[in-house]
C-alpha cells in the first residue's frame, strides 16, 4: 500500500506562487504516471498535471504556461509549482498515483488547499 501526503497548499494573492509537494511512502519510480488533481467547492475534480514515469508531462489549457510538474524517483517525491496563481485556482489539490496507463488512479493523498485572494 502507498501512502500520499502532500504539503505546501496555503493562502496567495492573484499573481503569486506555490509549491506543493507530494511525499510518497512507496517507490513512485514503478508507477506508470504520477498526477495532480483539484476540486473546487461544487465542481468535479480535475486533472491539472501528470508526469509519466519517462518523463512527459501533461497539462490542460486552463494552467499550461502556469504549472509545471516534476518528479524525483530517488527522493519518492512529486512537486507542483504553481505560478502566476489566479483566484479560479482556489481549490482542494491532491497528488494521485496510476499503475496502469490510461487506467484508474490507483492511490490518492488527503488534499491540501489552496486558496488564491483577488
Known amino acids: 500500500q502507498v501512502q500520499l501526503v502532500e504539503s505546501g497548499g496555503g493562502l496567495v494573492q492573484a499573481g503569486g506562487s506555490l509549491r506543493l509537494s507530494c511525499a510518497a511512502s512507496?517507490?513512485?519510480?514503478?508507477?506508470?504516471?504520477m498526477g495532480w488533481y483539484r476540486q473546487a467547492p461544487g465542481k468535479q475534480r480535475e486533472l491539472v498535471a501528470s508526469?509519466?514515469?519517462?518523463?512527459?508531462?501533461n497539462y490542460p489549457d486552463s494552467v499550461k504556461g502556469r504549472f509545471t510538474i516534476s518528479r524525483d524517483n530517488a527522493k519518492n517525491m512529486v512537486y507542483l509549482q504553481m505560478n502566476s496563481l489566479k483566484p479560479e485556482d482556489t481549490a482542494v489539490y491532491y497528488c494521485?498515483?496510476?499503475?496502469?496507463?490510461?487506467?484508474?488512479?490507483?492511490?490518492w493523498g488527503q488534499g491540501t488547499q489552496v486558496t488564491v485572494s483577488s
Open positions: 508526469i509519466t514515469s519517462g518523463g512527459y508531462t
Open positions: 512507496g517507490t513512485i519510480f514503478r508507477f506508470n504516471a
Open positions: 494521485a498515483a496510476q499503475r496502469v496507463p490510461l487506467a484508474r488512479w490507483d492511490y
